[in-house]
Antibody
Framework: EVQLVESGGGLVKPGGSLRLSCAAS????????MTWVRQAPGKGLEWVGR??????????DYAAPVKGRFTISRDDSKNTLYLQMNSLKTEDTAVYFC???????????WGQGTMVIVSS | QSVLTQPPSASGTPGQRVTISCSGS????????VNWYQQLPGTAPRLLIY???QRPSGVPDRFSASKSGTSASLAISGLQSEDEADYYC???????????FGGGTKLTVL
């Protein structure tokens, strides 16, 4: 079964850090481009960033609000995607979803999401 | 303010056809393909349409979409109660070098 399972969410103070993980199974993770999307409570979807497959360079792109604070990485040996979040702000409070990325905004497999709350 | 503009709400009765619009600009919809997502309450989004008008396997053919210039639209025919959900459009934006989403349209089946 094709599956993505996020973990690592929780409550963190402003200025703090958190690392999210996304465990993949049921498909060839190493060949996949992967993306993080977030959704603030009661709000719409927001693209966070993506990482290409190593075969396509393994490069990353980020949305302006998180650039310089968030880092996306992958460990293909563990079929796991990561999102390192530093200097967290209250406006980063959201459910964070990992997805597979067909490119150009087509995200076809989604995890269930993990909640991040940034509050003092 | 979302880069892509969708109406905040839409509604229809069972069996009706409804359309949801998505307006962008030259740097996103005007230059790249459009994708649509359905998000049922309390669940993760689901890819409904990719590459302007392609349905992933498992998506009923009641769902269709089109694109013209810097706008796109999603059509749902034979509306069913289980179609009540939030719908989002998305596209790559060449100027922002990232994916942009519409603000979402809440579809109510009356």
């Amino acid at each position: 079964e094709v599956q993505l399972v996020e973990s690592g969410g929780g409550l963190v103070k402003p200025g703090g850090s958190l690392r999210l993980s996304c465990a993949a199974s049921g498909f060839t993770f190493g060949n996949a481009w992967m993306t993080w999307v977030r959704q603030a409570p009661g709000k719409g979807l927001e693209w966070v960033g993506r990482i290409k497959s190593k075969a396509d360079g393994g490069t990353t792109d980020y949305a302006a609000p998180v650039k310089g604070r968030f880092t996306i990485s992958r460990d293909d040996s563990k079929n796991t995607l990561y999102l390192q979040m530093n200097s967290l702000k209250t406006e980063d409070t959201a459910v964070y979803f990992c997805t597979t990325d067909r490119a150009l905004g087509a995200f076809d497999i989604w995890g269930q999401g993990t909640m991040v709350i940034v509050s003092s | 303010q979302s880069v892509l503009t969708q109406p905040p709400s839409a509604s229809g009765t069972p069996g009706q056809r409804v359309t949801i619009s998505c307006s962008g600009s030259r740097s996103n919809i005007g230059s790249n393909t459009v994708n649509w997502y359905q998000q049922l309450p309390g669940t993760a989004p689901r890819l409904l349409i990719y590459s302007n008008n392609q349905r992933p396997s498992g998506v009923p053919d009641r769902f269709s979409a089109s694109k013209s210039g810097t706008s796109a639209s999603l059509a749902i025919s034979g509306l069913q109660s289980e179609d009540e959900a939030d719908y989002y459009c998305a596209a790559w934006d060449d100027s922002l070098n990232g994916v942009v989403f519409g603000g979402g349209t809440k579809l109510t089946v009356l």
